[in-house]
């Protein structure tokens, strides 16, 4: 990944239009979009590039990183990553079914939530030790979702959690 040494970073999670279909089916046309998507976004105006993304619980994470702020939907500006995608399904025979069962009114990726726009130090170390509640909210679903973590280690974070709410008179 070359650095374009971009000043703004969103963190965007996008879920396919219809939820049935598993992401995990077009992860090779997503690798593939997002090294075209990062090509030829560095002639854009704003330049942005695709730093991280991961498929996890059915959504796509991604970092996106930008030269201008993306003041409205930020989700807007991978238009041409999902055309991207949609382009490499259609030429895979194998494939190309999925674009009928995905799209939805005339939608492939639905944006989850808000785009979070982080700054370039919480970008780099993602362990913040001032998160918002917001993120600690998806640091715990992550953590309950993840099948790799073992019922105990789970039961031990939910025990803290009770604690702390009953502490601060949330939980009873």
Known sequence: MIDLNLKYSYELI?????EEVEMKQIKDEIERSV?????KSRNS?????IETW????????IRLNTNIPLTRQPSKALFLFTQCVMTYLRENE?????LDEIIRRKTFFKSVGNAKE???NQADTRLNPQLNAVEVFNL???IFLDDKINSDKKDKVKAEILKLLEEYKIYK
């Open 54 to 61: 991961d498929i996890k619980n059915n959504l796509l994470l």
């Open 14 to 18: 996008l879920s396919l239009a219809n």
């Open 35 to 39: 090294i075209t998507y990062n090509q």
């Open 45 to 49: 105006k704003n330049i942005k590039q």
């Open 94 to 98: 194998e494939k190309k079914y999925l």
């Open 140 to 142: 715990i679903t992550e």
């Open 118 to 120: 982080i700054s370039k």
